[in-house]
């Protein structure tokens, strides 16, 4: 089991950055492939980002790229979410995810554990 916990969410002004971090806990952090997604009201569940096990290999969906940053610290069982020049569609409940093995993926199946999740909300 991998126990997954999300902490920095808040209320940011358009254009303004914020950092998100997920703490792991349980079996070796650094054996996990992590992902960030978000799911907005009425929506959806959708890909943000992600990261391989030994932080060399990331993804973004389009609608982050560029803006958003995925990194990890496998020695403080950490993997973070750098935001910069949020808008308001970027208003959500972000959830970091594990997932065992194989490459980087941007499928929610491919996920084995999840996090509770933190709100972000990018006032207009």
């Known amino acids: 089991q991998v126990q997954l916990v999300e902490s920095g969410g808040g209320l940011v002004q358009t254009g303004g950055s914020h950092r998100l971090s997920c703490a792991a806990s349980?079996?070796?952090?650094?054996?996990?492939?992590m992902g960030w997604f978000r799911q907005a009201p009425g929506k959806e569940r959708e890909f943000v980002a992600a990261?391989?096990?030994?932080?060399?290999?990331?993804s973004y969906a389009d609608s982050v790229q560029g803006r958003f940053t995925i990194s990890r610290d496998n020695a403080k069982n950490t993997v973070y979410l750098q935001m910069n020049s949020l808008k308001p569609e970027d208003t959500a409940v972000y959830h970091c995810?594990?997932?065992?093995?194989?490459?980087?993926?941007?499928?929610?199946?491919?996920?084995?554990?999840w996090g509770q999740g933190t709100q972000v909300t990018v006032s207009s």
């Open positions: 995810a594990a997932a065992a093995y194989g490459v980087i993926r941007r499928d929610i199946s491919s996920y084995n554990y």
């Open positions: 349980g079996r070796t952090f650094s054996n996990y492939n």
């Open positions: 990261i391989s096990w030994s932080g060399r290999s990331t």
